[in-house]
């Protein structure tokens, strides 16, 4: 069995794709995947399966969740030899953060074809990218203005791309 963390793009955020993790919980096991649990109300599925194919798990999740909520779903698919590594990696482990600063990590599908100068720091959306590694888009966020910079829009109007985000705690945890 291979072990899978799924990242919904766009679950329970701002009312909309409004879903109860068990109802989630139970669509994933529909599709015959086992030991699904739900991590937080943000679309993070874990769930262990035979099946090798990203492609094939990410296309018949996103029609069966397409199905369930009559919207289209993005799902972002690792493994947890993956996940365990983007955590190991850290390129916030020397970052001095402050209670005005978040940690993301942002999930694509597929690898940049941009390259960018790092760090990076958005003009206008109090995003700084600090590293791209393989298809993860590393990025601290400052509060502007009373309200935090969310780094999924950036990335996906930047590099124009699909796109979710976790905030660095929730990887972390994820994995425990």
């Not at 194919?53 to 199905?67: D, G, N, P, Q």
């Not at 600090?130 to 990025?139: D, F, M, S, T």
Request: one cysteine or more.
């Amino acid at each position: 069995m291979i072990k899978y963390f799924a990242f919904l793009r766009a679950i329970n955020v701002g009312g909309k794709n409004l879903i109860k993790m068990e109802d989630l919980k139970k669509i994933f096991e529909s599709l015959g995947f086992k030991n699904v649990r739900t991590y937080i109300q943000s679309g993070n599925i874990i769930f262990e399966t035979t099946e090798k194919s990203k492609e094939k798990i990410i296309k018949r999740t996103e029609k069966e969740l397409h199905k369930y909520l009559g919207e289209d779903v993005l799902v972002f698919l690792r493994t947890f030899p993956e996940v365990k590594a983007i955590v190991k990696y850290n390129p916030f482990s020397k970052i001095k953060t402050a209670p005005s600063t978040k940690l993301y990590v942002s999930f694509i599908n597929q690898e940049l074809k941009m390259k960018l100068k790092l760090p990076f720091v958005s003009a206008k959306k109090g995003v700084e990218v600090i590293a791209i590694k393989n298809c993860e888009v590393y990025c601290i966020t400052a509060e502007v203005n009373g309200r935090f910079g969310f780094p999924n829009n950036f990335v996906e109007d930047y590099f124009d791309v699909a796109a979710t985000s976790r905030n660095w705690n929730t990887i972390n945890k994820i994995i425990t």
